[in-house]
Each structure stands twice: as C-alpha cells, then as structure tokens.
C-alpha cells in the first residue's frame, strides 16, 4: 500500500511536471512582447493586386506584406450598418465590441453627446496597465478615426481636439507621429479648441516631457537624442500624398515614421503597441484616382518593409512580436478587368469582407475567416499569455490611471 501510495505520488508528480511543462511555455511569455497593428486604411484585394500590377506587372513579385505567412478574412459590418466607416472598424479591433459608424470606442446609444458609462477597455489600455509604451502613426491628422480608436473614447470621430488631449493627458501614448491635430467639429459635442487652445495643448505636452518636432530634421535629431516621449506634428492637416512628395520633402515618411516610434518604443523592456496607418489610401480610392492609390499602398508598403527590417535585426524580435497588418473595409467598389482596364462600383466604401495577414505569436488564430471584432480577442489574449494567468494584472477590473470604471476584461472571457 505504502509502496502504491508512494508510487502514485511519484506518477502524480510526474504527471503535474509534465502538465506543467505542457503548460508553462504558455503561461510564462509564449505570447507577444509587443504589437505591431498595420491599417491599410480602404484597400481591398483589388487594390493590392492594382498596387502590385503597377508597381511590377502582372506576374510581378508580391509586396512585402503579402509575405507574411498568416492570411485570413474579416468581416467588417458595423453596429447598425452592413458597411462600417473607419471610426466603427478601428472600434471593434480596439475594444472587441461592434460600435455605430463614427463612434470612437465609444457607445452613447441615449445620444447625450456622452460615452455610456463603463467604457469599454481598449487593447492600447490594455497593453499601458502591462507597462507597455504605446505609439500611433499616421499619414492622416494623427487624432484622424482609426488611431484615435486605439487611444481614445469619444462620441464622434469629430471630435478631434479632444482626441488629442486624451491621446496626451489619458492615454499618455509615448509616441504621436502624423499630420496635425485636428479640431473639434460639428456633429461633436465639444467646443473647437481653436488656435490658442492648440498652443496651450502643446505646452501641456511639453510639460508632460514630449519633444515636439514639425519637420524630418527635428525628428531624426530627437530620436538621436534618445528622446523617450515624441509628438510630431508634421503638417497642419494631413500630411502630403505619397505620389505629390517633393524630392526634398520635409515631412517624413510612413517608413521613416515607422522606423523612429520603433527606435523609441524598442527601448521599453516590458514592450510596445504600435498602431500604424496608411491612412489615404482610402482617399485615394473615394476620388478613384489609381496613382493616388498605387502611391499610397506602395508607401505603406515601404513601412512593412522597415518593421520587417527591425525584426531581421534581432531574432528575439520577431518571436516576440505579434504582426498584423488589416485593412479596415474596402472603398470604391474596384474591379480589375483588363491589364489597364479597371472598374469602380462607388465613390464610398462597400460591405465586402477584407483580408488580414499576420505573423508571429498568437498569429495562428488570426487565420480563416473571422470577424473583425475577433482580432481583438485574439491580440488580448496574446497579450495575456505574455504576462501569464498568475500575473495578477491579467485579473480585471484594471486600476487604469484613464477615465472612470472601465469595464473589467477577465483572460479568459
Ligand atoms: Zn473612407
């Protein structure tokens, strides 16, 4: 008996060993340091297949994002909608919920011009309560729809001005680079900040330790300096179309951009989320204009290039970062007929489903046909493997320094 018993406890010893083992990897970091979030903001799979036409012809090498090796569908409809705007898309990615077009993670369904109270927890939120440095870029206004979704909670996509005071003062996202601040505007229910309020808000983001650069040159000397918060505001709108650069042109690159929140955001030992947004080629697409498009896809491409580059550098990065690159919906309704011949069914964005690629942990359940809500989960619990389920901030609710009662998110929800 003793001998049985003694015998058992070995096995069971054994036995929870081996379950731990199985177990452990999981538990103690199989999931992703950092995020890499990539929205070619419109562009659908005849947009890509245009942009690789022009770009090498019609049997011509396949750009860099298609070589990641994860591919999936995404439906895309939004709350209320079968056709979702970019505000909805970013919305159900950020925070795994549908929203109505132009809510940024934000519901206010009795329509008082407030987000309903809990707010939903974004995956930006998510990663800041991990410790994690946090960056946007974008080629739009940086406060423009899908980045504003990862960083800020308001009732409309508007709302601009206030999305950049959340983007500094809330979320306090360690990197900022793009167009300009936008204003707020009608339907938002707050007042425009106006230029003077725009000064005051730098101010305060220089008081909060950012550097403030306008120009490629300040921005490659900060980034030299080592400077740990950045905010570049290259433009006062958006930044110019990728086709129309100038040779000398003063405002960076998607790809320069990209490069420099890594440099930034690389420095963090808990990781980084970085969200980066080809923002025009949905413009492109809206005014049916093909080098408008083809330059925009090119330039984004550029920028999946560069973190391909970054990850080349150190094996450690590539295992330990989780690739996305989604676009959000398609616009135009574009049809590819002859080698020149191409047919655009809309000058708005349609309902169909739009692709994703993806590689690195967590990446295997970004395969097949999801919804875009789906990403989200996928991207949290990623994140939570990382951290491990002993980890008592994978237990919500989070003592989030942002906004009030937050709703709580359990790993295994
Ligand atoms: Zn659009």
């Given at each position: 008996m003793r001998?049985?018993k003694?015998?058992?406890?070995?096995?069971?010893?054994?036995?929870?060993a081996?379950m731990?083992?199985?177990?452990?990897?999981?538990?103690?970091?199989?999931?992703a340091?950092n995020?890499i979030?990539?929205?070619?903001?419109?562009m659908g799979?005849?947009h890509?297949?245009?942009?690789?036409?022009?770009?090498?012809?019609?049997?011509?090498?396949?750009?860099?994002?298609?070589?990641?090796?994860?591919?999936?569908?995404?439906?895309?409809?939004?709350e209320?909608?079968a056709v979702t705007?970019?505000?909805?898309?970013a919305?159900?990615?950020?925070?795994g919920e549908k929203f109505?077009?132009?809510?940024?993670s934000?519901?206010d369904r009795?329509?008082d011009?407030?987000c309903?109270?809990?707010?939903p927890?974004?995956?930006?939120?998510?990663?800041?309560v991990?410790?994690?440095s946090l960056?946007?870029?974008?080629t739009?206004?940086?406060?423009?729809?899908?980045?504003?979704a990862?960083?800020?909670?308001v009732p409309s996509?508007?709302?601009?001005?206030e999305?950049?005071?959340?983007?500094?003062?809330e979320?306090e996202v360690?990197?900022?680079l793009?167009?300009?601040?936008g204003?707020?505007?009608?339907?938002?229910?707050f007042p425009?900040?106006?230029?003077?309020?725009?000064?005051?808000?730098?101010?305060?983001?220089e008081?909060?330790?950012?550097?403030?650069?306008?120009?490629?040159s300040?921005?490659?000397?900060?980034?030299?300096e080592g400077?740990?918060?950045?905010?570049?505001?290259?433009?006062?709108?958006?930044?110019?179309?990728?086709?129309?650069?100038?040779?000398?042109?003063?405002?960076?690159s998607l790809?320069?951009?990209?490069?420099?929140?890594?440099t930034?955001l690389e420095?963090?030992?808990?990781g980084?989320?970085l969200?980066?947004?080809?923002s025009?080629i949905?413009?492109?697409?809206?005014?049916?204009?093909i080098?408008?498009?083809v330059?925009e896809?090119s330039?984004?491409?550029k920028?999946?290039?560069?973190?391909?580059?970054w990850?080349?550098e150190d094996?450690?990065?590539?295992?330990e970062?989780?690739?996305?690159v989604a676009?959000?919906?398609?616009?135009?309704?574009l049809t590819?007929l002859g080698?020149?011949?191409t047919q655009?069914?809309?000058?708005?964005?349609?309902?169909?489903?739009?692709?994703l690629?993806?590689?690195?942990?967590?990446?295997?359940?970004?395969?097949?046909?999801l919804?875009n809500?789906?990403?989200?989960?996928?991207?949290r619990?990623?994140?939570?493997?990382?951290?491990?389920?002993?980890d008592?901030?994978t237990?919500?609710?989070f003592?989030?320094?942002?906004?009030s009662?937050?709703?709580p998110i359990?790993?295994t929800?």
């Amino acid at each position: 008996m003793r001998a049985w018993k003694n015998a058992f406890g070995a096995s069971v010893g054994i036995l929870l060993a081996g379950m731990l083992l199985a177990v452990g990897p999981a538990q103690g970091g199989s999931g992703a340091r950092n995020v890499i979030f990539m929205v070619p903001d419109g562009m659908g799979l005849a947009h890509l297949t245009l942009a690789r036409r022009h770009l090498g012809g019609v049997d011509g090498p396949p750009l860099a994002l298609e070589s990641l090796a994860k591919v999936g569908l995404q439906r895309t409809y939004s709350e209320g909608g079968a056709v979702t705007d970019s505000a909805a898309a970013a919305s159900a990615w950020a925070c795994g919920e549908k929203f109505a077009n132009g809510r940024i993670s934000c519901h206010d369904r009795n329509e008082d011009g407030h987000c309903d109270i809990p707010l939903p927890l974004t995956l930006m939120e998510i990663a800041r309560v991990r410790g994690k440095s946090l960056g946007l870029v974008a080629t739009s206004t940086v406060t423009h729809a899908t980045p504003a979704a990862f960083a800020a909670h308001v009732p409309s996509r508007k709302c601009e001005a206030e999305i950049a005071r959340q983007y500094l003062e809330e979320t306090e996202v360690e990197v900022v680079l793009g167009g300009g601040f936008g204003d707020n505007e009608a339907p938002c229910p707050f007042p425009p900040m106006g230029s003077a309020g725009r000064a005051r808000l730098l101010e305060e983001a220089e008081r909060l330790g950012y550097a403030v650069v306008t120009d490629r040159s300040d921005l490659r000397r900060s980034i030299q300096e080592g400077t740990p918060r950045i905010l570049g505001l290259f433009a006062r709108g958006p930044l110019i179309p990728a086709h129309r650069r100038p040779p000398n042109c003063r405002e960076p690159s998607l790809a320069e951009m990209t490069r420099a929140a890594l440099t930034v955001l690389e420095k963090d030992p808990d990781g980084f989320f970085l969200v980066v947004e080809g923002s025009q080629i949905d413009w492109g697409a809206h005014r049916h204009d093909i080098p408008y498009v083809v330059g925009e896809i090119s330039a984004f491409d550029k920028a999946v290039q560069e973190v391909q580059r970054w990850m080349d550098e150190d094996p450690h990065r590539a295992r330990e970062t989780l690739l996305i690159v989604a676009p959000d919906h398609e616009t135009g309704g574009l049809t590819l007929l002859g080698p020149r011949e191409t047919q655009w069914a809309t000058r708005r964005h349609t309902g169909v489903d739009v692709p994703l690629w993806s590689q690195g942990p967590g990446s295997k359940a970004l395969q097949g046909t999801l919804d875009n809500v789906e990403v989200f989960r996928v991207v949290r619990d990623s994140l939570h493997a990382r951290a491990g389920a002993e980890d008592p901030r994978t237990v919500g609710p989070f003592p989030l320094p942002v906004r009030s009662a937050p709703k709580p998110i359990h790993p295994t929800e």
